[in-house]
């Protein structure tokens, strides 16, 4: 940090002005920026699944395997959702376990887009790939959130209050959520440019 001033003057701009901005990017380097991070904070998804995303994204949620990792003690680390007897990672969560593929399978019935679930950045990273209108990849990804979402309040609720959620519940709550949020947002300019694509998810 000395080497930021130099004759009482600061380094790091041209005025010389201190700059917490410019002190925190110079302390953390200069890092590439992640092209899915639009999708994950879009404004059509709802704020708690957005937070809920971008935490599995990273890695951070509490996994019964990331528990031991950090040198918690696990009595059970099978995965509660399915009956496999894997282990809780984010990866199985997310992409092998049986009940999200079961959610997953009924989204893609629902909106006739086939986004196969191969692993959370990668179906972002598909959808932003995709030649779609910019509003209908938010919704996809507004989809692929409330899957996210609503995997975790399952595992939660089975693991913490002994109550099973089953899939025909979290698809119909998925379903209420983003038909809301499409009635909230469908008269902005950007709805506009896929009217067929929302009036086919709100009349389905």
């Known amino acids: 940090m000395q080497g930021w001033y130099n004759h009482r003057r600061y380094m790091l701009t041209q005025t010389g002005k201190y700059s917490i901005t410019k ?17 994950v904070w879009t404004s059509m998804a709802i704020p708690k699944h957005r937070f809920m995303t971008w935490l599995a994204v990273r890695g951070r949620l509490l996994t019964q395997e990331r528990k031991l990792r950090l040198q918690i003690q696990v009595e059970d680390t099978a995965c509660c959702l399915c009956e496999e007897k894997v282990m ?9 376990c049986k009940w999200t593929s079961t959610v997953w399978q009924a989204m893609h019935q629902w909106t006739e887009v086939p986004v196969h679930n191969i692993g959370i950045v990668q179906v972002l990273e598909n959808i932003k790939g995709n030649r779609w209108k910019q ?27 002994d109550i099973r959620v089953h899939t025909e519940k979290a698809v119909t709550q998925i ?30």
């Not at 002190?23 to 999708?39: F, H």
């Not at 309040?153 to 693991?159: G, M, P, Q, V």
């Open 88 to 96: 809780e990672t984010n990866v199985h969560l997310f992409e092998d």
């Open 135 to 161: 509003f209908k990849k938010e919704i996809m990804a507004a989809i692929c959130g409330a899957i996210i979402y609503h995997t975790w309040r399952a595992r939660n609720w089975r693991r913490f209050r």
């Open 23 to 39: 002190s925190y990017q110079a302390l953390m380097g200069t890092k590439p920026r992640w092209n899915i991070v639009e999708l």
């Open 175 to 204: 379903k209420k959520e983003i038909s809301e949020r499409l009635h909230l947002l469908s008269s902005s300019k950007r709805a506009n440019k896929c009217r067929h694509f929302i009036q086919h998810l709100l009349c389905n």
